[in-house]
T-cell receptor, first 110, second 113 residues
Framework: DQQVKQNSPSLSVQEGRISILNCDYT??????FLWYKKYPAEGPTFLIS?????DKNEDGRFTVFLNKSAKHLSLHIVPSQPGDSAVYFC?????????FGTGTRLTIIP | ETGVTQTPRHLVMGMTNKKSLKCEQH?????MYWYKQSAKKPLELMFV???????ENNSVPSRFSPECPNSSHLFLHLHTLQPEDSALYLC????????????FGPGTRLTVT
């Protein structure tokens, strides 16, 4: 049973537009959420995170939104750039353990 | 070298072989992790070490044997693996087990024939 779900395996967005990546979770004990980005032949790199006591966290072009009642997390990238093309993983933490989603492959079209 | 390094990057082994994966972190972290990523599946946590002590074994078969001689090095010893063990094996580290931001190595792509 997957506790963290990324239902869109892939997403294509025009350069300069907004990219929105979504993540749903089922475990109400999750108290911290993270997004990781992965390029081919590299390990995932930490991008941005949010605590369950917040509903928004912003870092430059990246904003993460948390809707606890819907158990939904989203990552907004604006404006999207070609270098943003990668696989994005959502992760959630409970009891010092991270649970990952399956990832969404984002392709930015020049 | 900086960050988290893993060797080898690619490994092909038969089911009767014994091999080891190595991970080294240059970040001064105290917690280290092994993850497995199979095709179209999420990253699965295998083992956690905090200050060289194993604190988590996520029901991993005994054909996978971790070793953490110090806070900077982590090994995964492999023996009598099965073809379904073919996957990307990722090592990660963090300041401590309670620190959620983990830093990953590039992974070892393992193929069991």
């Amino acid at each position: 049973d997957q506790q963290v779900k990324q239902n869109s395996p892939s997403l294509s967005v025009q350069e300069g537009r907004i990219s929105i990546l979504n993540c749903d979770y089922t475990n109400s004990m999750f108290d911290y959420f993270l997004w990781y980005k992965k390029y081919p032949a590299e390990g995932p790199t930490f991008l941005i995170s949010i605590s369950s006591i917040k509903d928004k966290n912003e870092d430059g072009r990246f904003t993460v939104f948390l809707n606890k009642s819907a158990k939904h997390l989203s990552l907004h990238i604006v404006p999207s750039q070609p270098g943003d093309s990668a696989v994005y993983f959502c992760a959630a933490s409970a009891n010092e353990k991270l649970t990952f989603g399956t990832g969404t492959r984002l392709t930015i079209i020049p | 070298e900086t960050g988290v390094t893993q060797t080898p990057r690619h490994l092909v082994m038969g089911m009767t072989n014994k091999k080891s994966l190595k991970c080294e972190q240059h970040l001064g972290h105290n917690a280290m992790y092994w993850y497995k990523q199979s095709a179209k599946k999420p990253l699965e946590l295998m083992f956690v070490y905090n200050f060289k002590e194993q604190t988590e074994n996520n029901s991993v078969p005994s054909r996978f044997s971790p070793e953490c001689p110090n806070s900077s090095h982590l090994f995964l010893h492999l023996h009598t693996l099965q073809p379904e063990d073919s996957a990307l094996y990722l090592c990660a580290s963090s300041h401590g087990q309670g620190f959620y931001e983990q830093y990953f190595g590039p992974g070892t792509r393992l193929t069991v024939t």
